[in-house]
């Protein structure tokens, strides 16, 4: 079933400090999701934890930083205005974050930051090419009783090729999908490609992810469904106003999926 979208609610999303206005959904009489070709599901912070380690690594920036900036807050200023300017050329994944870390902390400590401090935090940022991807609450099983019911799973995510596979084989996830698609970005064009390389009608596929960004948009721009999951932390990059939308619905845990498809 596909529900309606009411009742709005407010959610502390990131660090805690901004609010956004997010759509609850409930189980009104709203549009059925029929004939479903694939269940197309994003990976970082749908399927396992990933921000939660990226966080770890920054606040380690962050202290490391505080005689030059003062406070954590302005220190994690600099590096999104680093990660921003880096983004087009070096785009998303573990080798762009720590060229953007290590770019910050010596451009704000103005060459001053130790040797040993940068060797460490280079470390650290190593630490996230290893980290369990242990699934998410609920993800493993839900996972298995969607395949039990016969439903066509694809996993779509962008990022670093070898990162991401990597990943998906630390998960133990891989055997539920049938198709692993890997980009250096999700934008509506790429959402168009996929759905012609799978062969299916856009309105035939569901994008679920924790991305109002990268999941949601571009998947309803490309004429898709999709299923927001949030997750207690975005990337800043990552953040999105919340919005409506028709073919757009919310579940706030993931065994929730089973009622909604
Ligand atoms: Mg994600």
Redesign the pocket.
């Known amino acids: 079933m596909f529900h309606g979208l009411c009742a709005f609610s407010l959610l502390h999303c990131g660090r805690g400090e901004e609010k956004v206005r997010v759509i609850r959904e409930t189980c009104s009489d709203g549009e059925m999701i029929q004939d479903i070709d694939f269940i197309v599901f994003?990976?970082?912070?749908?399927l396992w934890d990933?921000q939660g380690h990226f966080e770890v690594v920054m606040q380690r920036l962050y202290d490391e930083l505080l005689p030059w900036t003062g406070t954590r807050e302005a220190a994690a200023s600099e590096l999104y205005a680093t990660e921003r300017k880096n983004m087009r050329l070096l785009g998303f994944g573990v080798k762009a974050f720590t060229l953007s870390m290590l770019e910050t902390a010596m451009r704000v400590s103005q060459g001053q930051m130790s040797a040993n401090t940068l060797s460490d935090i280079l470390r650290q940022c190593y630490t996230l090419l290893e980290f369990p991807c242990t699934p998410l609450p609920e993800v493993k099983e839900t996972l298995w009783q969607l395949t039990q019911q016969g439903r066509r799973m694809v996993l779509f995510?962008k990022g670093e090729l070898l990162d991401q596979q990597h990943k998906l084989e630390r998960s133990g996830l891989g055997r539920y999908f049938e198709h692993v698609e890997i980009t250096s970005d999700k934008r509506e064009a790429d959402f168009r490609l996929l759905a012609r390389k799978l062969g299916a009608a856009p309105r035939s596929l569901v994008m679920v992810?924790?991305?109002l960004k990268?999941?949601m948009a571009p998947a309803l721009a490309a004429g898709w469904r999709a299923v927001y999951i949030p997750?207690h932390v975005t990337w800043q990059l990552?953040r999105h106003e919340h919005f409506e939308h028709e073919r757009l619905t919310e579940i706030s845990h993931f065994a929730q999926l089973l009622s909604v498809l």
Do not use: M, P
């Not at 994003?42 to 749908?46: C, H, K, N």
């Open positions: 994003d990976a970082d912070d749908t990933c995510t992810g924790n991305s990268s999941d997750f990552e």
